[in-house]
């Protein structure tokens, strides 16, 4: 499942640079995850980065976009391989 940021966001500018994907971006009020581009880091690393440097805890998962890891393997692989 692709993953949110939730209101509680306090725009620190910790989770855009760390994402593989280039799926987080600065929203009208706060940070937001593209969710056609989110695979949870999945392909890249063992845990999402951007819920491992978050300093408040307000990366969730979205429930509006559930996957599976195969899923999230496949759209890695599309967004960083010419298949």
Known sequence: MALLINERCINCDMCEPECPNDAI???AKIYQIAPERCTECVGHY?????????????VKP?????????????????????V
């Open 25 to 27: 971006s600065i929203g």
């Open 46 to 58: 063992d845990q999402p980065t951007c819920v491992a440097v978050c300093p408040i805890d307000c």
């Open 62 to 82: 979205d429930p509006k976009h559930r996957e599976s890891e195969a899923q999230l393997y496949e759209k890695f692989v599309e967004l960083h391989f010419d």
